[in-house]
């Protein structure tokens, strides 16, 4: 029996894995009366954006709640891309028209991450920034006891349905960021394929490739025992790389490969595809969710949060903005061209697990960007940071906003500063 007198008390040996219930398939929605009155609540508000407000599903989830006894109102203020403001405006409604019992979030991340926050801010004390990751906000930690909340994505993507962090803009810092504890997460993901049938191809592409950069950066995520000792109270969400995370990154990576593109091409159509990304969707937040991601969506946030005047088609066209899953991925091929070194076997069974016939380059660094690559020009994704505003000129500016996200690049499997993150954006304007 080993004593662990072998073992070296300033190394890291243990790992965390968390993630909620899950109700995964066709109609699942159509059960959620049911659940919420498994946690007692009786009087619940479901959080929503416009558009899928318009499309009746939130409506639909109300009389299902209704049939159950439990009274609800439907805030469908959520902003697409949510930040501080959205955030303070749903959070007062929350508080004008409560108090609330539980929540339901019918959408993308916005509204799983809006829900979550007003949550948050609806049971416990003090304001939005005080709750922040750090060195933006305060990082302070949330109360024991938050309110049910059940997740109900309607879009492949995020993987919020998974996760214990929130993502915002702060308007006035022009940077992304967000909040990270583990009792953020949802008490219940409901995950209803159907709901997604009707997005556009755009949109479809873009939340996609949010999955495809969650699994990869989760997979090739600094390896959880290569951190420091943490004390009980330091350990965070984002541990690293580690056997569980990886399980569920394999998994998400395979069904990516067989239907991301049918998806995006014939997504009217094929319930399948549909569903299989749901599920890579899922499974990927049940990775990254815990080990972390690192360079891709550390660039994405001020890629994002900057954004000039760009306007993708698929969403809404009112204001400027670069949708997550592409801001993440725009400097993917060249951030993994970086880390190659650090874990060569993983990049390359990530370019085996997502295109598993696709020939063998002679650079083996060359494999997983040029795989990316490959998928991102047939599905659509804009050409590099080029394509949505920024030059070179740009790269300083964006600099700073990459490097506010420590929690990220301290996840990375090899040590980033300023200059590689600018020799990163810079080979990232156009990437074919």
């Not at 490969?257 to 749901?278: I, L």
């Not at 088609?313 to 650090?342: C, K, N, W």
């Not at 990530?350 to 083996?364: R, T, V, W």
């Not at 060359?366 to 994704?381: C, F, H, K, T």
Request: glycine residues 10%.
């Amino acid at each position: 029996m080993n004593s662990g007198n072998d073992i070296d008390p300033t190394e890291e040996t243990i790992f965390t894995w968390g993630a909620p219930p899950l109700k995964f398939g066709a109609g699942a929605s159509d059960e959620i009366g049911f659940e919420m009155t498994q946690y007692g609540a009786q009087r619940v508000l479901v959080l929503t954006d416009p558009g899928v407000g318009a499309l009746g599903v939130p409506q639909r989830i109300v009389d299902n709640l209704k049939r159950y006894g439990v009274t609800a109102a439907v805030y469908d203020g959520v902003h697409v891309e949510p930040n501080d403001a959205s955030f303070a405006a749903a959070i007062e409604y929350a508080e004008g028209h409560g108090p609330w019992d539980g929540f339901i979030a019918v959408g993308g991340g916005s509204a799983i991450d809006t829900a979550k926050a007003v949550n948050l801010l609806t049971s416990a004390p003090g304001e939005l920034m005080d709750y922040v990751n750090k060195p933006i906000g305060r990082a302070k930690v949330p109360p024991p006891q938050l309110k049910p909340l059940i997740a109900v994505p309607t879009t492949a993507g995020t993987g919020a349905e998974s996760t214990a962090m929130c993502v915002l803009d702060i308007l006035s810092m022009k940077v992304k960021t967000g909040i990270s504890h583990w009792r953020l997460r949802p008490t219940l993901a409901v995950v209803d394929p159907l709901l997604t049938m009707t997005l556009p191809p755009e949109v479809t592409a873009s939340a996609g490739m949010d999955i495809v950069c969650h699994a990869l950066e989760s997979y090739t995520a600094r390896w959880y025992a290569e951190s420091a000792r943490r004390k009980p109270e330091e350990r965070v969400t984002y541990c690293g790389s580690n056997p569980v995370s990886d399980l569920w990154c394999e998994k998400a990576m395979s069904l990516i490969a067989t239907s991301f593109r049918r998806a995006v091409h014939d997504g009217r159509e094929d319930v399948q595809a549909r569903t299989d990304m749901m599920m890579a969707a899922t499974f990927a937040g049940m990775g990254f969710g815990n080990s972390g991601v690192h360079i891709p969506h550390a660039n994405g946030y001020p890629i994002a949060g900057m954004v000039k005047d760009y306007r993708p088609a698929g969403y809404p066209q009112d204001e400027p903005m670069v949708p997550h899953g592409q801001s993440v991925s725009l400097t993917a091929p060249e951030a993994f061209r970086f880390s190659f070194q650090a874990a060569p076997e993983r990049h390359l069974r990530a370019a085996e697990l997502l295109a598993p016939d696709k020939e063998k380059l002679s650079d083996p660094a060359e494999q997983l960007p040029q795989v990316l690559i490959d998928l991102m020009r047939e599905i659509g994704i804009p050409n590099g940071i080029g394509a949505v505003g920024y030059d070179e000129s740009d790269v300083p500016d964006l600099v700073p906003g990459t490097m506010k996200q420590q929690r990220l690049l301290t996840t990375c499997p090899r040590p980033v500063g300023e200059e590689e993150i600018a020799e990163i954006l810079r080979n990232s304007v156009q990437n074919w």
